[in-house]
């Protein structure tokens, strides 16, 4: 019962983490957004690019560690991952 307990707990850590990144990504945009209309020219664009890349990153590995945690948790109920279709 404690590993489903604990796959149960990581299930809903990843969902917050999704929630946050998904968060975090609206805050950034709205940032980006006000200071290129303050900034201009001067506008550090190079620098967002790269701090977008990076919130881009974590959100491939949200989506990989789902994935991950749904084949473990297939395999540990006797379900082969490649044979379970979605409808």
Sequence with gaps: MAIVSAEH???RALSR???AVEKADREFE???G???CAEGTD????AYGSARS?????DVFIDEEA??????I??????????VRRT
């Excluded at 506008?43 to 190079?46: M, S």
């Excluded at 994935?67 to 473990?72: I, M, T």
């Design 17 to 19: 983490l999704r929630r």
């Design 74 to 83: 297939l395999h540990a109920g006797g379900l082969e991952p490649g044979r």
């Design 9 to 11: 707990e990581a299930r």
């Design 30 to 32: 709205m940032l980006e």
């Design 34 to 36: 006000a200071l290129r």
């Design 43 to 46: 506008f550090p664009a190079e």
């Design 67 to 72: 994935a991950r945690l749904q084949e473990k």
């Design 54 to 58: 990076k919130l881009s990153e974590l």
